[in-house]
């Protein structure tokens, strides 16, 4: 079965700086993909990011992109110019076929 | 935002009731997916429907059970309500394709 680690329960970031959210997972597969999901106090789950497994280049949307280092098993998160609208529970999620797999979360403080 | 919407926001039920929760999906996506998610926790897997069939099952008893409609939205039954079941339920919506699902606001169940 596949597992997705997030070892960071709780990370701050001062406002316009930069932070990195960690995620690791064990897979079997060789064809997968990897999401960043943020949910805000509301409890809407909000797709920030996805990647490919396929693709070797580390997707980007606008503040945010992913270090994928598939032999590794790691898809980290990097928010660049963190802004107070960013704090959230961050979750790393894999997927193959139907369903998402998540991880526990991170939860994201920034000071302003 | 996302296209995907769910009713109630909130409902409370006693133990023992049958509870049904409902989804509509996105415009022109063909898959619906439901997900358990208990307080501090990721959510949990606990089936996808596609083409008004059940297209995979997470670790959830056969209580809990689920329909797709021809306007691709979807229902989720809980018979037989135990405390454990209180969480907040969320419905994805996505293409069987793209592997991408994108969720609606939740509902929040609580069982006393």
């Known amino acids: 079965a596949q597992t997705v680690t997030q070892s960071q329960p709780e990370m701050s970031v001062q406002e316009a700086e930069t932070v990195t959210l960690s995620c690791t997972y064990d897979?079997?597969?060789?064809?997968?993909?990897l999401f960043w999901y943020k949910q805000p106090p509301s409890r809407q789950m909000i797709l920030v990011i996805r990647?490919?497994?396929?693709?070797?280049q580390n997707a980007t949307e606008n503040r945010f992109s992913v270090n994928f280092q598939k032999a590794a098993k790691s898809f980290s998160l990097k928010i660049s110019d963190s802004q107070l609208g960013d704090a959230a529970m961050y979750f790393c999620?894999?997927?193959?076929?139907?369903?998402?797999?998540f991880g526990e979360g991170t939860q994201l403080t920034v000071n302003p | 935002e996302t296209g995907v919407t769910q009713s109630p926001t909130h409902l409370i039920k006693t133990r023992g009731q049958q509870v049904t929760l409902r989804c509509s999906s996105q415009?022109?996506?063909?898959?619906v997916s439901w997900y358990q998610q208990a307080l501090g926790q990721g959510p949990q897997f606990i089936f996808q429907?596609?083409?008004?069939?059940?297209?995979g099952r997470g670790n959830f008893p056969p209580r809990f059970s689920g329909l797709q409609f021809p306007n691709y939205s979807s229902e989720l039954n809980v018979n037989a309500l135990e405390l454990d079941d209180s969480a907040l339920y969320l419905c994805?919506?996505?293409?069987?394709?793209?592997?991408?699902?994108?969720f609606g606001p939740g509902t929040r169940l609580l069982v006393l």
């Open positions: 429907y596609y083409r008004e069939e059940e297209n």
């Open positions: 415009s022109g996506h063909n898959t």
């Open positions: 990647q490919e497994a396929y693709k070797q």
């Open positions: 999620a894999y997927n193959r076929g139907s369903r998402l797999t």
């Open positions: 994805a919506s996505g293409d069987y394709e793209q592997e991408t699902q994108y």
């Open positions: 897979t079997s597969e060789s064809d997968y993909y």
